[in-house]
């Protein structure tokens, strides 16, 4: 570097034992230190000198998008910066798996003590990410209690509420569902057993014991006929019979819990379980070529953006009703795969455009479910960012 620095580091993992505290160091050409800041700090630094050049090594790509702002003069945190100050540029260093800052208040506050999840078999997994998240946001040990189906099925009322009497959760997170859009078709009872019942059980349950519910939902709700963006208060209208169960357990969660909070989300993708990133990767690095449906829209979602903010509605008990939760823009499945050979490196040529109807019958999917979203920033909180970012930023943490 050129010139010199005062650099400040803080901490604003929410549950770290360190949370708030910040060190400084002194930078210079002179003295020529470097500092690592790892993901969750935050970081500020004033010049002192006339003029200062700071070169910065970034372990993933630099994405605006998951940055959160530090004040520097925040009173919480009582830096206590030199006198004469000329420039100061706080950049959060938060990444995707840190936690918002809030303020010492924090702290002190329990995180998520419960979600539910099921089981690291599932072919996509949400529930992993949302435990990531979770961790990466401090809580642990008996503060995080994550069930698969085989430690609580949710169709079964009793053993709900002896679940959460159990553990006394301060928030339940449920990803518990029944996602096999065809088979659903076929089994539309069992379906509405896990999606409706299921998540009344949990309404219920957490109703009584005064615990925070975020509930897990799906742009499948939507009919799917639109040409613009489906926002929150759109009128749902499902055309499967997935969709029609899982609106069945919106509106009994809604109708018990006016408080919690229902995230619908859509084609997801992250480094657990199987997803489309990770089969388009797959076929990529194999030097195959791939045919994929140019006529269905949608939004392309990183789970690591839900699950991040999913702890962020934990922790705002006054955010309730319905979030949208998915990667801003839209994309055909085309041109997600198109993008995704592109980032990797691979020729997108390889990726040929077809038509649904040229594929064997199934359950017809929506045509276009593009969500958008309004709710997050009425809450102050950051909404997900545009799907290509996003992508950049998820794809060199994501394997085939
Ligand atoms: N993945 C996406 O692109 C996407 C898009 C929109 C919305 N969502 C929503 O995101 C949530 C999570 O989906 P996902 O992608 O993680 O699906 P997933 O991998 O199929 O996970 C669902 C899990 O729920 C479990 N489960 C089923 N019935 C249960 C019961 N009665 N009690 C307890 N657990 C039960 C399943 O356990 P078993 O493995 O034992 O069957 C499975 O592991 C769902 O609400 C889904 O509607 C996902």
């Avoid at 592109?342 to 020729?347: E, F, Q, V």
Wanted: aromatic share 8%; hydrophobic share 40%; charged share 20%.
């Amino acid at each position: 570097m050129n010139g010199a620095v005062m650099d400040i580091i803080v901490d604003i993992r929410l549950g770290s034992p360190t949370f708030a505290r910040w060190e400084a160091m002194h930078l210079s050409r002179q003295n020529q230190r470097g500092v690592f800041i790892s993901a969750g700090l935050g970081h500020a630094f004033m010049g002192l000198s006339a003029s200062a050049t700071l070169i910065y090594l970034c372990s993933t790509p630099y994405a605006p998008t998951f940055e959160h702002a530090v004040n520097p003069f925040d009173p919480a945190i009582s830096i206590t910066w030199p006198g004469g100050t000329r420039t100061i540029l706080p950049t959060g260093t938060r990444r995707r798996r840190s936690t918002p800052w809030r303020g010492p208040a924090c702290s002190r506050a329990r995180l998520p003590a419960m979600r539910m999840w099921p089981a690291s078999v599932g072919p996509r997994a949400f529930g992993r990410e949302v435990t990531a998240s979770l961790r990466s946001a401090g809580a642990s040990g008996p503060d995080l209690v994550a069930l698969d189906r085989a430690g609580l099925d949710i169709t079964d009322t009793d053993a709900v509420h002896a679940a959460i009497g159990r553990y006394r959760p301060d928030v339940v997170v449920n990803c518990a569902a029944f996602t096999a859009v065809d088979q659903a078709e076929a089994r539309e009872a069992e379906a509405t057993r896990v999606n409706g019942d299921g998540s009344a059980y949990l309404a219920a349950a957490c109703g009584a014991w005064s615990a925070r519910l975020i509930h897990v939902s799906t742009d499948y709700v939507f009919r799917g006929d639109a040409r613009t963006p489906y926002f929150e208060d759109d009128p749902p209208g499902p055309r499967t019979a997935y969709g029609r169960s899982k609106l069945v357990g919106e509106r009994a969660v809604l109708g018990r819990l006016p408080n919690a909070a229902v995230v619908r989300t859509a084609w997801l993708y992250g480094s657990h379980g199987h997803n489309f990133v990770r089969t388009m990767l797959g076929a990529a690095e194999r030097g195959e070529s791939v045919d994929v449906v140019d006529d269905q829209v949608g939004s392309p979602t990183w789970a690591a953006e839900v699950a991040d903010r999913i702890v962020e509605l934990g922790l705002r008990p006054d955010a309730g009703g319905v979030f949208h939760a998915v990667n801003a823009g839209q994309a055909s499945w085309f041109q997600f795969a198109t993008e995704i050979f592109r980032i990797a490196g691979a020729d997108p040529a390889r990726v040929r455009a077809i038509r649904t109807r040229s594929l064997p019958a199934r359950t017809p999917r929506p045509a276009y479910t593009v969500l958008g979203h309004r709710r997050w920033r009425d809450m102050g909180i950051g909404p997900p960012g545009d799907w290509r970012s996003a992508l950049r930023a998820a794809l060199p943490g994501i394997r085939p």
